[in-house]
């Protein structure tokens, strides 16, 4: 279901987890999904083995803070739906991105 939204959600810093947080709060994501046992794909931006500062790749920080938001709204059903790019190793982006640490933490898939 798409919905029109005028607000524009904005947000500064460094703390990229609570920050992450805070605007899905804002934006009010969990009564958008509405059913806690949907199933909910994560599709973060993994291009290459590389640490996310290098820009290639969305922080794993964003990711945690998605996972956190979803965890305390109680929706579990979560699954990390991501390849790097062609010729490059999808489980070593995952260790280099920080992925593996965040889902073997929270449970995701």
């Known amino acids: 279901m798409c919905m029109k939204r005028n607000d524009i959600l ?12 805070r ?14 046992n949907k199933k909910i ?3 973060p931006n ?12 969305t922080h794993a920080e964003l990711l945690e803070g998605v996972i956190c938001y979803l965890h305390d709204n ?4 979560i699954t990390i739906m991501e390849g790097s790019w062609v010729g490059d190793s999808t489980p070593a982006a ?3 991105a920080g992925y593996d640490r ?8």
């Open 46 to 57: 993994l291009v290459v083995a590389k640490e996310p500062s290098r820009g290639a790749t």
């Open 10 to 21: 904005i947000i500064h810093g460094t703390d990229y987890k609570n920050m992450t947080i």
């Open 94 to 96: 995952f260790r280099a």
């Open 74 to 77: 109680g929706f579990r059903n």
């Open 102 to 109: 965040i889902t073997r933490k929270y449970g995701a898939a």
């Open 41 to 43: 794909g994560m599709k």
């Open 23 to 36: 605007l899905l709060e804002q934006a009010g994501l969990a009564e958008l999904i509405g059913d806690r």
